[in-house]
C-alpha cells in the first residue's frame, strides 16, 4: 500500500480515536494477498489500555473503516489487529522516542548497534547513553530501534537479595 493510501487511513482514524481520549501511537499494513494485517496501535497517556479497552476500539474501528469513501484506501480483504505498544516496543517516529526517555533501548544503524538509555530525544536525532558515554544518532541513520524490557528475578524463598 502506498504510503499516501495509508496516510488517508491515518487522517481517517486519528480523530475518532483522539475523542475516545486514545492516541494513535502507529499504523501499518503488512503482509500480501488475503493475508494482509491492518495493524493499529494506541495509547493512552490518561488511562490504561488494557484487553477491554483494546476489543472495543477494535469494534468501532472495524465499523469506521467499512465507512470510507475511498474503496482503493484498503483495497482487497486484510485482518484488523489492534493492539499496544507492549513492554518492548519498536520506536519509528520522534513521539515513540520522545515518550521513552529514560529507557533502556537497542538502536541499529548502518554502522553498528548501540545498546543504552536513551537521554535525549529531538524532531532530527537521539541520544544514547551507553558505557561509553552519549552518543548522539540522526534519526535519518536508524535502521531499527526498540525498547527493552530487563525481567528482574526475585529472590529464592527463603533467600536475602542479592545486593550489587
Known amino acids: 500500500m502506498e504510503s499516501q493510501q495509508l ?3 491515518w487522517d481517517a482514524v486519528e480523530p475518532y480515536l483522539a475523542a475516545e481520549r486514545i492516541e494513535l501511537d502507529d499504523l501499518e499494513l503488512v503482509g500480501r494477498g488475503r493475508a494482509r494485517t491492518l495493524r493499529v496501535v494506541i495509547d493512552s497517556e490518561t488511562e490504561k489500555v488494557d484487553l477491554d479497552r483494546i476489543a472495543a476500539v477494535s469494534r468501532s474501528l472495524s ?3 467499512d465507512t470510507l469513501e475511498e474503496p ?3 483495497d482487497g480483504p486484510y485482518q484488523l489487529e489492534v493492539t499496544s505498544p507492549g513492554l518492548e516496543r519498536k520506536l519509528t517516529r520522534p513521539r515513540h ?3 521513552s526517555l529514560g529507557r533502556e533501548v537497542v538502536v541499529k544503524t548502518e554502522a553498528g548497534t548501540r545498546r543504552g538509555v536513551l537521554t535525549g530525544s529531538g524532531e532530527n ?3 544514547v547513553t551507553t558505557d561509553q558515554g552519549p552518543e548522539s544518532i540522526a534519526l535519518s541513520d536508524v535502521v531499527s530501534a526498540r525498547t527493552v ?3 528482574e ?3 529464592k524463598p527463603g533467600q536475602k537479595p542479592r545486593s550489587s
Do not use: G, H, N
Open 97 to 99: 522516542f520522545q515518550k
Open 153 to 155: 528475578k526475585p529472590p
Open 149 to 151: 524490557f530487563t525481567w
Open 72 to 74: 482503493s484506501e484498503l
Open 7 to 9: 496516510r488517508a487511513v
Open 125 to 127: 536525532e537521539v541520544i
Open 63 to 65: 465499523r469506521l473503516l
